[in-house]
């Protein structure tokens, strides 16, 4: 998924308000914001295979460190425990940590059986990714529900241009990448993955 861990986070800004956006869309991609770093340092792996699912060639079969539930309920107490660190509200660092592993599920929903429970297996994936339809209707709906959440938890959101240019990029970057040409290879996989770091101080803008 990309427009559903997106969905958590807008959702999570009325759970915790005090929360920044940015550090809500943060919880939600951890784990995508970290795996291109270890795709490029070489300690995780994909493959391009046009055909494997309906919805995305890559072939996750090797992502322990950063898409594994053990490897996510790490990172998660880590991001939970360095906002508590920082901030000293234990409610809004368990909410952030539940927003890391909320990845976890819905990547689960969303993959075949190439997830993994421990860095080596057991693998869960119900592929909701064989099907281009069912896939654009629960993502689509999960976005459109966390655009509502938010905007109704904050009002002048409604108003502000830089929200709205933002989940009109989402939008945009989701068809793109749903419906363009495969990655020519890993590599640039890896580096244009990268680029999901300019969506934390965008929403942070966003919600200025």
């Known amino acids: 998924m990309f427009l559903g861990h997106i969905a958590v986070g807008l959702a999570g800004k009325?759970?915790?308000?005090?929360?920044?956006?940015?550090?809500?869309?943060?919880?939600?991609q951890?784990?995508?914001?970290?795996?291109?770093?270890?795709l490029l340092a070489g300690f995780e792996h994909v493959r391009i295979v046009p055909g494997i699912t309906a919805f995305t060639p890559l072939d996750f079969y090797d992502y322990p460190i950063t898409h594994s539930l053990v490897?996510?309920?790490?990172?998660?107490?880590?991001?939970?425990?360095?906002?508590?660190?920082?901030?000293?509200k234990s409610r809004g660092a368990a909410l952030l940590a539940a927003?890391?592993?909320?990845?976890?599920?819905?990547?689960?929903?969303?993959?075949?059986?190439?997830?993994?429970v421990l860095p080596r297996g057991p693998y869960l994936g119900f592929g909701l990714w064989n099907s281009i339809p069912a896939t654009l209707v629960?993502?689509?709906?999960?976005f459109a529900a966390g655009?509502?959440?938010?905007?109704?938890?904050?009002?002048?959101?409604?108003?502000?241009?830089?929200?709205w240019l933002f989940i009109a990029f989402l939008l945009v970057a989701y068809f793109a990448a749903a419906?363009?040409?495969?990655?020519?290879?890993?590599?640039?996989?890896?580096?244009s993955?990268?680029?999901?770091?300019?969506?934390?101080?965008w929403a942070w803008w966003a919600d200025r």
Do not use: K, N, Q
């Open 14 to 28: 009325r759970a915790a308000p005090s929360v920044s956006l940015a550090t809500w869309v943060a919880s939600a």
């Open 30 to 38: 951890l784990v995508d914001l970290l795996w291109p770093l270890f």
């Open 71 to 88: 490897g996510s309920a790490a990172w998660a107490a880590v991001f939970g425990g360095g906002w508590m660190a920082v901030r000293r």
């Open 99 to 116: 927003g890391v592993l909320s990845h976890w599920v819905l990547d689960v929903i969303s993959h075949r059986p190439d997830v993994p």
């Open 138 to 142: 629960v993502e689509l709906t999960m």
């Open 147 to 163: 655009v509502a959440i938010y905007v109704r938890a904050d009002g002048p959101g409604r108003r502000r241009a830089s929200f």
């Open 179 to 191: 419906f363009g040409p495969p990655p020519p290879d890993t590599r640039t996989l890896a580096w």
């Open 193 to 201: 993955g990268l680029a999901l770091w300019l969506l934390i101080p």
